[in-house]
């Protein structure tokens, strides 16, 4: 990843997931909320609700077209990875859900994009408030310069939010698997923990505000195993309580964290969306099976 790409993801996390201008309520945003669940009377499964749905969503930098007519639907309370080559639109489509892409100046959505029924692209709807429901964390760690506990409130500062502090931090820190190593030295810089604490920590800040979808670009590419395999568990872990939407270029890891995985291909298509075991086993789409057994992409 260039380092210009990198300064714009940093610079569009301060602007969105956990900055911008004081938040209205969530009232503002007009969107349902019930996340009653429903049994498939058949089979005794429990069907999963929707919580975001893309209709013909297609995106265009300028004249380049990066996302063509994708269709889908994320469920609630699962882990769903987006593979596909470099280029082919992931982050793209990451950046429509919580109207990231609004930053950018050349970028232009067509479709519908919608959050529990919402049309998040609706006039009434504030970008900010969205983005305190819908979180992120990016491919390299970006803790702020601030002590821990002050990069875990950020967020909730930033949206001017009340509640008491030190047990949402604690709280936080815990979900990120984070707390048993830094509970004792809150007040020092996020920036001095190694490269895995810090994506913790930037869970943690991602998480603090509740949000019900955590969007994750990449969250262990720039980390080691023993870091990777830790962000791994949480993100299992996370999916009990969030509707977790992984990017990852590692099909090993897209196989074994995630309950279903979207395969975009280039010309920014989404080629195939179903159960991961289905995706990884016998997916449909020759080109799928191709990319998957690494013969392209
Ligand atoms: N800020 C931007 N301005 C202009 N074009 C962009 C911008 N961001 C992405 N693009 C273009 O949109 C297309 C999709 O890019 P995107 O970053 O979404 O791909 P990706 O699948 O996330 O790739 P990677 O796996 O390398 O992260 C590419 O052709 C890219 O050049
Ligand atoms: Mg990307």
Redesign the pocket.
């Known amino acids: 990843?260039s380092q210009q790409?990198t300064d714009?993801q940093t610079t569009s996390e301060q602007d969105a997931g956990d900055g911008g201008s004081p938040d209205p309520t969530d009232d503002e945003m007009l969107i349902q909320t019930d996340v009653s669940e429903s049994v498939d009377e058949t089979s005794g499964t429990r069907r999963r609700e929707t919580v975001v749905r893309a209709e013909h969503v297609d995106?265009w930098?300028?004249d380049?077209q990066?996302?063509s007519d994708i269709t889908m639907e994320i469920p609630e309370q699962s882990v769903t990875a987006?593979v596909?080559?470099?280029?082919?639109?992931?982050?793209?489509?990451?950046?429509c859900i919580n109207r990231m892409?609004d930053l950018?100046d050349?970028?232009r959505v067509e479709g519908d994009l919608y959050l529990r029924g919402k049309n998040v692209y609706d006039d009434d709807v504030d970008p900010v408030a969205l983005r305190r429901r819908v979180g992120m964390v990016f491919?390299k760690p970006n803790p702020f310069p601030k002590s821990i506990y002050d990069n875990v409130t950020y967020g909730l500062e930033i949206q001017d939010k009340g509640g008491d502090y030190d047990e949402i931090v604690e709280r936080s820190l815990k979900r990120a698997a984070l707390w048993d190593e830094v509970n004792d030295q809150l007040d020092e810089s996020g920036l001095e923990l190694s490269g895995g604490q810090q994506q913790r920590l930037c869970i943690a800040r991602a998480i603090a505000p509740d949000p019900e979808v955590l969007l994750m670009?990449?969250p262990a590419s720039a980390l080691d195993p023993v870091a990777t395999s830790q962000i791994e568990d949480l993100i299992e872990e996370l999916a009990r309580d969030y509707t977790v939407v992984i990017?990852t270029?590692n099909m090993q890891q897209a196989a074994r964290i995630s309950d279903q995985t979207a395969v975009?291909l280039t010309g920014?298509e989404l080629v195939e969306f179903d159960d991961t075991q289905k995706i990884f086993e016998n997916p449909e789409s020759q080109r799928v099976e191709d990319y998957i057994t690494g013969k392209f992409g």
């Not at 596909?84 to 950046?95: A, D, E, Q, V, W």
């Open positions: 990843m790409n714009e995106v930098y300028d380049n990066a996302l987006m596909g080559p470099s280029g082919c639109g992931k982050s793209t489509f990451l950046r892409n950018i050349s970028a491919q670009d990449e990017v270029h975009f920014g």
